[in-house]
């Protein structure tokens, strides 16, 4: 892979940041000349650095999905705790992330059905659902997690119900408080995997 100079560097993040203001103004129908000028720049060097405007949404979208990874699953919320504490805090967060973010309505709603964007999308959810998996299967070893769970099943449908979820209420002209999304996004993975909802507050965790 090519490496690229600090001003190449500084040059593409101005590009995905112009892209994402377009995309989130025009909600997902950005256009080159729109987004060259809100980059300042000539449309000749976005095609330069990316090649097409499919090329540039895709770069914007795994944009998008690098961030939620390192906000919300790729690091530990509650170090030390057990299970159920741990994944509610996770939900907090990812509601939290898509509620600040604006281009999450775009992105999980319009953007989803161009090709170059389900591309990145299936890339993600595959390896979201691989590490759902681990992550059932880790509460299993640990005893919070009933052994008789399909872990990949399991964390296929979790993941796939709460996008879909947050799918509908980033929609809304109305959003509900963001607290009561979270609750009920928990109700729903702790039912998903038989895990009590008041385990976050020291209860056992799980049922077996």
């Excluded at 377009?22 to 060259?36: K, N, Q, W, Y």
């Excluded at 170059?116 to 691989?130: F, L, S, T, Y």
């Excluded at 947050?166 to 979270?182: D, F, I, K, M």
């Excluded at 009920?184 to 038989?194: C, G, K, N, S, T």
Aim: aromatic share 6%.
């Amino acid at each position: 892979m090519v490496q690229m100079s600090g001003r190449g560097l500084a040059t593409r993040r101005r590009l995905l940041a112009a892209a994402a203001a377009d995309l989130v103004a025009r909600r997902g129908a950005a256009e080159v000349t729109s987004i060259a000028a809100r980059g300042g720049v000539s449309v000749g060097l976005i095609y330069r650095h990316f090649g097409s405007k499919a090329t540039l949404i895709a770069a914007v979208v795994e944009d998008f999905y690098d961030r939620l990874d390192a906000t919300v699953f790729d690091v530990d919320p509650a170090p030390g705790r057990d299970w159920a504490t741990r994944e509610r805090l996770r939900v907090e967060r990812d509601v939290a992330f898509h509620y600040a973010e604006p281009l999450a309505p775009v992105i999980l709603g319009r953007l989803a059905r161009e090709p170059a964007v389900a591309a990145v999308e299936a890339r993600w959810i595959a390896r979201e659902i691989e590490l759902a998996a681990r992550n059932l299967a880790r509460g299993q070893r640990s005893g919070e997690i009933p052994t008789d769970l399909d872990p990949g099943l399991a964390g296929a449908m979790v993941l796939g119900g709460i996008r879909q979820a947050l799918g509908a209420v980033l929609s809304r002209a109305e959003r509900p408080p963001q607290t009561a999304v979270a609750e009920e996004l928990w109700r729903f993975v702790a039912a998903a995997v038989r895990c009590a909802p008041s385990a976050a507050r020291g209860e056992p965790a799980c049922r077996s």
